[in-house]
């Protein structure tokens, strides 16, 4: 059973960059047909979907925050990292590690979560 | 940017049929996922392309996609349906989710 970990500082300066690392357990990160994605909540809100990463390398990101984020992957180690340059108070949220399967013209969805962690931005 | 519409929140009655729907441009062209979230927890995926349901999910939870708008359809609503449900597709390569809908069963 594949679990998902976030982990990293809980708060952020202004500014600053927001760097949080996921590690994958109980399956490969280079298993084919996987994305694994980044998903926040803003506190009392809903679900916005950062973007994802393939464990080739290849990534796709939300528009809207597409020239502050960048997510890598570091299949040796079974982790794959966000950062989020240039934060302000708006980029505080529950940040999740997540895995979406999609295959050909399928997508069968995010059926993959880490329990989450939150990150404050605050001075 | 495209966009998903809900119903900020529906209530239903124990036993009773709750339907909760998500609409967007061409939707049905479009495959929908749909997650349960209950507080303090992570979200779980309790229907994917349109209609189908994960292993371990109760067949009272069902799906639909048509033109605009996906619906969501919970039979014989429980109070542990209570949660808010967030509808999902892709545009354009990138996810998009609806702004979540919460179900109140009273």
């Known amino acids: 059973q594949v679990r998902l970990q976030e982990s990293g500082p809980g708060l952020v300066k202004p500014s600053q960059t927001l760097s949080l690392i996921c590690t994958v357990s109980?399956?490969?990160?280079?298993?084919?047909?996987?994305?694994w994605t980044w998903i926040r909540q803003h506190p009392g809100k809903g679900l916005e979907w950062i973007g994802y990463?393939?464990?080739?390398?290849?990534?796709d990101y939300n528009p809207s925050l597409k020239s502050r984020v960048t997510i890598s992957v570091d299949t040796s180690k079974n982790q794959f990292s966000l950062n989020l340059s240039s934060v302000t108070a708006a980029d505080t949220a529950v940040y999740y590690c997540?895995?979406?399967?999609?295959?050909?013209?399928?997508?069968?969805?995010?059926?993959?979560w880490g329990q989450g962690t939150t990150v404050t931005v605050s001075s | 940017s495209y966009e998903l519409t809900q119903p900020p929140s529906v209530s239903v009655s124990p036993g009773q049929t709750a339907s909760i729907t998500c609409s967007g441009d061409?939707?049905?062209?479009?495959?929908v996922c749909w997650y349960q979230q209950k507080t303090g927890q992570s979200p779980v995926l309790v229907i994917y392309e349109d209609d189908k349901r994960p292993s371990g999910i109760p067949e009272r939870i069902s799906g639909s996609n048509s033109g605009s708008t996906a619906t969501l359809t919970i039979s014989g609503t429980q109070t542990i349906d209570e949660a808010d449900y967030y509808c999902q597709a892709w545009d354009s390569s990138a996810g998009v989710f609806g702004g979540g809908t919460k179900l109140t069963v009273l």
């Open positions: 990463i393939f464990y080739s390398g290849s990534t």
């Open positions: 997540a895995r979406e399967s999609q295959g050909g013209a399928h997508y069968y969805g995010v059926d993959v």
């Open positions: 061409k939707l049905g062209d479009k495959y």
């Open positions: 109980g399956g490969s990160i280079s298993s084919g047909g996987y994305y």
